[in-house]
């Protein structure tokens, strides 16, 4: 009995090590986490700031910016997780009783909405204030090329993604 089930689990365990092993060096076409393929191009932030020719010095300090976001990120997790966590439950009990109700309060609605975009707002001004400061380390040149790089590669990875619930013709 005992011999059967290392055999059994031997035999499950062995073609998902292999297969694994097997993917592990290929691209298979995707992108990677900060930059999208799209018809052979790279899209995303990473691709842009890789044309810039940045310096030594410019890129060592983005590197101590994103290491200190994360750090940053990290101990307001800690810290406040839970609370935020117990907010977010608390908006979406909020929401369903809205919506289940027998009668739409529209002012407690409004209230709720204007709460989460609130919210929502103080998480742009705050992803606004992380991207002035990356682009702060660029020079004026280096700025112009940025604005260029992302009018264009934003308009081209658009243009070769199709839109959301249409077939491709």
Same mark, same amino acid.
């Given at each position: 009995?005992?011999?059967?089930?290392?055999?059994?689990?031997?035999?499950?365990?062995?073609?998902?090590?292999?297969?694994?092993?097997?993917?592990?060096?290929?691209? !298979?076409? %995707?992108?990677?986490?900060?930059?999208?393929? +799209?018809?052979?191009?790279?899209?995303?932030?990473?691709?842009?700031?890789?044309?810039? @020719?940045? /310096?030594?010095? *410019?890129?060592? *300090?983005?590197?101590? *910016?994103?290491? /200190?976001?994360?750090? &940053?990120?990290?101990?307001?997790?800690?810290?406040?997780?839970? &609370? !935020?966590?117990?907010?977010?439950?608390? &908006?979406?009990?909020?929401?369903?009783?809205?919506?289940?109700?027998? @009668?739409?309060?529209?002012?407690?609605? *409004?209230?709720?909405?204007?709460?989460?975009?609130?919210? +929502?707002?103080?998480?742009? #001004?705050?992803?606004?204030?992380?991207? +002035?400061?990356?682009?702060? #380390?660029?020079?004026?040149? &280096?700025?112009?090329?940025?604005? %260029?790089?992302?009018?264009?590669?934003?308009? @081209?990875?658009?243009? @070769?993604?199709?839109?959301?619930? +249409?077939?491709?013709?």
């Amino acid at each position: 009995m005992n011999m059967t089930k290392t055999f059994l689990a031997t035999a499950l365990t062995l073609p998902l090590m292999f297969g694994n092993a097997a993917f592990a060096g290929e691209d !298979h076409g %995707k992108g990677d986490r900060d930059g999208r393929h +799209h018809a052979g191009k790279q899209c995303g932030e990473r691709a842009i700031m890789q044309q810039l @020719d940045l /310096s030594e010095q *410019q890129l060592e *300090q983005l590197k101590a *910016q994103r290491e /200190s976001a994360r750090e &940053q990120m990290k101990k307001a997790f800690a810290e406040q997780g839970e &609370q !935020h966590k117990a907010k977010r439950e608390a &908006q979406h009990k909020a929401k369903q009783a809205l919506v289940l109700a027998e @009668d739409f309060d529209k002012a407690a609605a *409004q209230k709720l909405a204007a709460n989460m975009a609130e919210q +929502h707002a103080a998480m742009m #001004v705050h992803q606004l204030e992380r991207e +002035h400061a990356k682009l702060a #380390v660029l020079t004026a040149e &280096q700025k112009e090329q940025y604005a %260029k790089l992302k009018a264009k590669g934003g308009k @081209d990875c658009r243009e @070769d993604k199709p839109r959301r619930g +249409h077939k491709g013709e």
